[in-house]
C-alpha cells in the first residue's frame, strides 16, 4: 500500500466535538475539553502516524465573533489554519443539527474547490433514525463533501473516519514525513501543562466566573524521576481570585490535585506542582501579555 501524508484542518463552532475528535484520534491528551464555549485558544498540531500515512491535524478554536485582542488572535488562527491544507473536516453537532453558517461554510468552500468531509459528531447522543433522518436531509450536500457519522467518546467510525481522511492527501514517500514517528504534538510540554491546569479550572469553576482566565508556566523544571512545575491562574478581577482560591483555598487545592494527576499521565513522571492566582486587568486585550501566553497576535 502507498503511504500518504499531509495537513487536515479541523474546524466547526465551538463544542461542536473538535478536540474530542482529535484526543480519540491521536489517543494522547493533545487539546483540552470543557463544556465552556472557546476553550481551544491556539491551533494545535496532533500527529497521527501509521504504516501507511501521518496526518497532520489541526485544531482551531471555534468559529465565533470577535472583540477582544484574544479573540481576533483565535479568529486569525482559524484563517491560518485552512491555508496551505489538503483537506478541511467540518465538525457538526449532530445534536444541535446544521446551521446556516455551516451551510455556507460548504458552499465557500466547494466553490473554492477545497476538499471538505463534513463529521457529525456525537452521534452516541442520538438514536440511530435521527443519524439516517440527518443523513437524507443532508443528501443535498453529498456532491459538495463526504459525510462521516462518528462518536469521539465511543470510538465509532473513527478508523473509518482516518481511511476517509486518507483518500484527499498526497502519495509521499515514508523518508518525506513532516514529524518524527514518536511526535504526537508539536506543543511543548509546558504548554501542554497549561492548557490541563486551565482545562481543570474550567471544570471545576463551572460559571462562577467568566470564561476569561488563562495559565501562565512561570518554572518547568524536569529532573531524572521528578518535574517541578510553578503555575498561576490569571483572572482579569480581584474579585474572582477568591472564587478560583475558593474557602480556606479549597477550589485551589481540587484544581491542583486533578491537574497533576493528568500532567503525571501525560509525562509519565511525579510531579510536584505549586498553582498560584495573579490578577491582571484586561489581560485579553494587552498584546505584550498574550505573546508572553503564546499568543502571538503577529505571527499569524
Request: glycine share 4%; charged share 25%.
Amino acid at each position: 500500500m502507498s503511504f500518504v501524508s499531509g495537513f487536515v484542518a479541523i474546524i466547526g463552532r465551538p463544542n461542536a466535538g473538535k478536540s474530542s475528535l482529535l484526543n480519540s484520534i491521536i489517543k494522547e491528551k493533545v487539546s483540552i475539553i470543557s463544556p465552556k464555549p472557546q476553550t481551544t485558544r491556539n491551533n494545535i498540531l496532533g500527529i497521527y502516524n501509521s504504516d501507511h500515512s501521518q496526518i497532520v491535524f489541526v485544531d482551531t478554536p471555534g468559529i465565533n465573533s470577535s472583540s477582544s485582542g484574544l479573540d481576533n488572535f483565535m479568529q486569525k488562527s482559524i484563517k491560518g489554519a485552512v491555508t496551505d491544507v489538503n483537506l478541511i473536516v467540518l465538525v457538526v453537532d449532530i445534536t444541535k443539527g446544521l446551521t446556516k453558517q455551516d451551510k455556507n461554510l460548504i458552499d465557500n468552500y466547494y466553490e473554492k474547490k477545497i476538499p471538505l468531509v463534513m463529521v457529525l459528531s456525537k452521534v452516541d447522543l442520538v438514536k440511530k433514525e435521527e443519524v439516517v433522518k440527518f443523513l437524507q436531509n443532508a443528501n443535498n450536500l453529498v456532491n459538495k463533501c463526504e459525510i462521516v457519522p462518528l462518536s469521539s467518546l465511543k470510538k465509532i467510525n473513527i478508523d473509518r473516519f482516518i481511511q476517509v481522511v486518507e483518500k484527499y492527501l498526497p502519495q509521499t514517500s515514508k523518508k518525506n514525513k513532516f514529524f518524527d514517528d514518536d511526535m504526537f504534538t508539536d506543543k511543548s510540554l509546558r504548554f501542554l501543562c497549561a492548557e490541563i491546569i486551565r482545562e481543570k479550572a474550567l471544570y471545576l469553576l463551572n460559571d462562577e466566573i467568566p470564561h476569561g482566565i488563562a495559565v501562565l508556566i512561570e518554572k518547568y523544571e524536569e529532573e531524572e524521576n521528578i518535574v517541578n512545575i510553578d503555575a498561576s491562574i490569571i483572572c482579569e478581577k480581584q474579585s474572582h481570585k477568591p472564587i478560583i482560591l475558593g474557602n480556606k483555598g479549597q477550589m485551589l487545592k481540587k484544581i491542583g490535585h486533578n491537574s497533576r494527576v493528568s500532567i503525571q499521565k501525560l509525562i509519565r513522571k511525579k510531579v510536584m506542582l505549586n498553582i498560584f492566582v495573579k490578577v491582571k486587568p484586561n489581560w485579553k486585550n494587552n498584546l505584550e501579555f498574550l505573546d508572553t501566553l503564546g499568543y502571538n497576535i503577529n505571527g499569524i
